[in-house]
């Protein structure tokens, strides 16, 4: 088999092994987090329980960002154990870089290793949408960004209500 090729398969082995693994961590942080939350939504009374609704949302941030923390060491503990980069702190730097999508180009790993770094690039922005999505959804059920000038009033003025 060509060398190239070689390459090739292997950092798809591998960019595809770390994918799955960042997937199910998302996913189950999500389910987890989820699961928490459902227990603080049932004990919120709509319009009156704002700063627990707060609190929600807050854990619901918190933990996206400790799933993605979690995503970006691996990728580059990965990184450090190829010996692509020298120290952990340069290949936690280089990852969340890549996870991120920057891309400041000042560190940069060897031909052999580029595709995987791209992949980590993709794979990053999936679950930063992802998280997106979620954190919209925790949002929007909890109405805690709905503002009273927002609702028609019963005399018919605001929100589309008309005036007059």
Do not use: C
Not at 45 to 67: P, Y
Not at 112 to 132: D, H, K, M, Y
């Amino acid at each position: 088999m060509d060398q190239e090729l070689l390459t090739l398969l292997i950092n798809l082995a591998a960019a595809s092994g770390m994918v799955a693994l960042t997937v199910i961590i998302h996913f189950a942080g999500l389910l987890r987090l989820s699961h928490l939350m459902s227990g603080a939504h049932a004990r919120l009374k709509t319009q009156t329980e704002r700063m627990r609704q707060a609190l929600v949302i807050l854990l619901a941030v918190f933990g996206v960002f400790a799933l993605h923390t979690i995503e970006v060491w691996s990728y580059a503990f990965f990184f450090w154990r190829l010996h692509e980069i020298e120290t952990f702190e340069a290949a936690l730097y280089f990852s969340t870089v890549t996870f991120a999508t920057l891309g400041y180009g000042d560190l940069v790993l060897s031909e052999r290793w580029r595709l995987f770094a791209a992949i980590e690039s993709v794979n990053g922005v999936i679950l930063v949408g992802w998280s997106t999505a979620f954190l919209f959804t925790v949002t929007s059920r909890l109405r805690l960004l709905e503002h009273e000038w927002a609702e028609p009033r019963r005399d018919g003025i605001g929100a589309g209500g008309g005036g007059r």
